[in-house]
């Protein structure tokens, strides 16, 4: 079964510091996708950053990059010059396959950054 | 990228009541995912709703107390029946759309008393 493990409860981060939130991910199909989530306290889901199994070089969304270690089975989000704005629960998700379809999203525990002024 | 409207974006019910949670979304979309994230946890899929065909519940999740009604390709309901305290939660809807495939409603956040 596909699994997602965030091993960081929280995490505090200086002002335009930059900082690692940790994803590991279990899975035995070859094609699967990656996705990062921030979550504000008022609970909507932000997409982030998206990275697909076969993509050969890491994603980047502005802020945003991805540290992708297929044979580690690690997606790592990389956040730069954090903003007291970044304050929020950050979720890792992969995406479940159903014989090609694409199915929902399973999520890790989540990790709650707090960027200190 | 599909917007999907969200209502209500929070309530306050009895316990022993039920409330109607409504999805709707902008564009045609074949399948709708239900989520509920207790307090300080994850988001963990309540069921599947496919236009035209009954919902497909996951482990824990039965369709009497988590009742969906999935009328047409734009829009989709989760009924929370007969309410306690442990359903107080952030409730979510999902299609596939968006960035990279999903687009999230805003979420209803309900509190049993």
């Known amino acids: 079964a596909q699994k997602i493990t965030q091993t960081q409860p929280g995490m505090f981060v200086q002002e335009k510091e930059a900082v690692t939130l940790d994803c590991t991910y279990d899975t035995s199909d070859p094609s699967y996708g990656l996705f990062w989530y921030k979550q504000p306290s008022s609970g909507e889901m932000i997409f982030l950053i998206y990275?697909?199994?076969?993509?050969?070089q890491n994603a980047t969304e502005g802020r945003y990059s991805l540290n992708f270690q297929k044979a580690r089975k690690s997606a790592n989000l990389v956040i730069s010059a954090s903003q007291l704005g970044d304050s929020a629960m950050y979720f890792c998700?992969?995406?479940?396959?159903?014989?090609?379809?694409?199915?929902?999203?399973?999520f890790g525990k989540g990790t709650k950054l707090s960027v200190k002024p | 990228s599909a917007v999907i409207s969200q209502k209500p974006s929070r309530d306050i019910c009895q316990r022993g009541t039920s409330l109607t949670i409504q999805c709707q979304v902008d564009?045609?979309?074949?399948?709708m995912f239900w989520y509920r994230q207790q307090p300080g946890q994850s988001l963990t899929l309540i069921a599947t709703?496919?236009?035209?065909?009954?919902?497909?519940?996951e482990s824990g999740f039965v369709i009497d107390k988590f009742p969906i009604s999935r009328p047409n390709l734009t829009f989709s309901t989760l009924t929370v029946s007969n309410m306690s305290p442990e359903d107080s939660s952030i409730y979510l809807c999902s299609v596939v759309g968006g960035d990279y495939g999903y687009t999230f409603g805003s979420g209803t956040r309900l509190t049993v008393v």
């Open positions: 709703a496919n236009q035209g065909s009954e919902a497909t519940y």
């Open positions: 564009s045609q979309v074949t399948m």
């Open positions: 990275q697909g199994s076969y993509d050969q």
């Open positions: 998700a992969m995406r479940e396959n159903y014989g090609g379809s694409q199915g929902n999203l399973i």
